[in-house]
C-alpha cells in the first residue's frame, strides 16, 4: 500500500513562485511513475506533470517552461516547482503514483490547495 502526503500549499500572487512536495512511504520509490494533478474550482482534475524513473518528464502544456517536476529518491518526495504562477493556476493539486507503471495512477494524495490572487 502505497500512501502520499503532499505539502507546500497556499496563497499567492502573480508571478511567484512556489514548490509542492509529495512524500511517498510503502514499496520502491524510485521504480514508481509519480505525477501531479489538479483541480480547479468547478473543473474536472487534470494533469500537470510526470516523471519516470527521475529522468522522464512530461508536462502539460501549460506547465510547460513554468513548472518542474523532480525526485529525491533519498527522501521519496517527488517535488513540482511552479514559477510564474498565475490565477488560472488556482487548483487542489494531488500527487498520485503509479507503481505498476502501467499509465494508472493508482495512489493519490489528500491534496494542497495552491491559491494565486492579486
Known amino acids: 500500500q502505497v500512501q502520499l502526503v503532499e505539502s507546500g500549499g497556499g496563497t499567492v500572487q502573480p508571478g511567484d513562485s512556489l514548490r509542492l512536495s509529495c512524500q511517498a512511504s510503502g514499496g520502491t520509490f524510485s521504480n514508481y511513475v509519480m505525477g501531479w494533478f489538479r483541480q480547479a474550482p468547478g473543473k474536472e482534475r487534470e494533469f500537470v506533470a510526470s516523471?519516470?524513473?527521475?529522468?522522464?518528464?512530461y508536462y502539460a502544456e501549460f506547465a510547460k517552461g513554468r513548472f518542474t517536476i523532480s525526485t529525491d529518491n533519498a527522501r521519496n518526495t517527488v517535488y513540482l516547482q511552479m514559477n510564474s504562477l498565475k490565477v488560472e493556476d488556482t487548483a487542489v493539486y494531488y500527487c498520485?503514483?503509479?507503481?505498476?507503471?502501467?499509465?494508472?495512477?493508482?495512489?493519490w494524495g489528500q491534496g494542497t490547495l495552491v491559491t494565486v490572487s492579486e
Open positions: 516523471i519516470s524513473r527521475s529522468v522522464f518528464q
Open positions: 498520485a503514483a503509479d507503481p505498476s507503471r502501467t499509465g494508472q495512477f493508482e495512489y
